[in-house]
């Protein structure tokens, strides 16, 4: 089946500092890739939906200039958590898919990328 | 308010015994239903995928059932595990709206030996 990776699995920064995280289709092309984030004990929550080569669309609530989103090929896209705070430290998961935009069963996940910032 | 409420939030059963978690959805327009196993400190993994003319779907041990109409949609498990004891999502994904999915609050099933 699919496979879609994440880079790095855990990372622990200090506050202030930027964070990179990776999501990568291994076997497949991915037109749109999806960013979520979890708190513990919480579900899954939209972060932003990036389509290759244009601009993220982000969720509500969401800033778009701390969590930057770039999508720059069908197979690669990366999340950075600019300026990290304690609070941003999270269970981050990416998604992608590999049909047709809006395409209904071709959403793989990421095995996700703990972040803990102190 | 797109909003999907699932029950037990939490369960707990013995090895080998059966269980059913439920999920009602209040999500328009409707594509289709998923349910996903997520592991402590791991992605989500799709278990089944039903569309709303579908009424049921099993892989393995699991089987879905879907209710259109009353927006009902239930996950039994047959013949627990202990690798079983994981969070399970249920999740509709909104029609034209780009492949975005709501989730669930998910049930944390824990099978004991």
């Known amino acids: 089946g699919a496979v879609v990776s994440q880079h790095p699995s855990r990372v622990i920064c200090k506050s202030g500092t930027s964070v990179k995280i990776e999501c990568r289709s291994l076997d497949f092309q991915a037109t749109t890739m999806f960013w979520y984030r979890q708190f513990p004990k919480q579900s899954l929550m939209l972060m932003a939906t990036?389509?290759?080569?244009?601009?993220?669309?982000?969720e509500q609530g969401v800033e778009k200039d701390k969590f930057l989103i770039n999508h720059a090929s069908l197979t690669l896209s990366t999340l950075t958590v600019t300026s990290a705070h304690p609070e941003d430290s999270s269970f981050y998961i990416c998604s992608a898919d590999g049909g047709k935009r809006g395409a209904t069963d071709t959403q793989y996940f990421g095995p996700g990328t703990r972040l803990t910032v102190l | 308010k797109n909003q999907v409420e699932q029950s037990p939030q939490s369960l707990i059963i013995l090895e080998g015994k059966n269980c059913t978690l439920q999920c009602n959805y209040t999500v328009s327009p409707f594509s289709n239903l998923r349910w996903y196993k997520q592991d402590t400190g791991r992605g989500p993994v799709s278990l089944t995928i039903m569309t709303f003319s579908e009424n049921t779907k099993s892989n393995g041990r699991y089987t879905a059932t879907l209710d259109a109409d009353t927006k009902q949609s239930s996950l039994h498990i047959t013949a627990s595990q202990l690798s079983d004891s994981a969070s399970y999502i249920c999740v509709p994904l909104l029609r034209d709206q780009g492949g975005k999915l709501i989730f669930g609050q998910g049930t944390e099933l824990s099978v004991k030996p």
């Open positions: 990036s389509n290759e080569g244009s601009k993220a669309t982000y």
